[in-house]
């Protein structure tokens, strides 16, 4: 069993910042890349994504705003929002897509998602 639980999401005013996170938790050997999606009405985009080795990717619309970053030790990852826009709106979700677990497998995990309001 593994368990990703996210956290940090709430209303914010444009220009306010966010740090969300994400833990994984159970019985698996290694986390090689841990994301960040979200989903607004219509819509589902990555928003970053970082290696294991710290190597990250970012969507055009994060670049320069959002920080991924993430602690091997607590197998944990965060995701840094500053300058929101209402635009950043939505539910985020956090994705482990390469776990490898204890029997050697590899599995694909998500969260329960946390929203993210930007609102006046």
């Known amino acids: 069993q593994v368990h990703v639980v996210e956290s940090g999401g709430g209303l914010v005013q444009p220009g306010g910042s966010l740090r969300l996170s994400c833990t994984v938790s159970?019985?698996?050997?290694?986390?090689?890349?841990m994301a960040w999606y979200r989903q607004a009405p219509g819509k589902r985009e990555l928003v970053a994504r970082i290696?294991?080795?710290?190597?990250?990717k970012y969507a055009p619309s994060a670049k320069g705003r959002f920080t991924i970053s993430r602690d091997n030790t607590k197998n944990a990852a965060y995701l840094q929002m500053n300058s929101l826009e209402l635009e950043d709106t939505a539910v985020y979700y956090c994705?482990?897509?390469?776990?490898?677990?204890?029997?050697?497998?590899?599995?694909?995990?998500w969260g329960q998602g946390t929203q993210v309001t930007v609102s006046s």
């Open positions: 159970g019985d698996f050997q290694i986390i090689y890349t």
């Open positions: 994705n482990v897509p390469r776990v490898v677990l204890n029997s050697g497998s590899t599995m694909d995990y």
């Open positions: 290696n294991y080795e710290g190597v990250t």
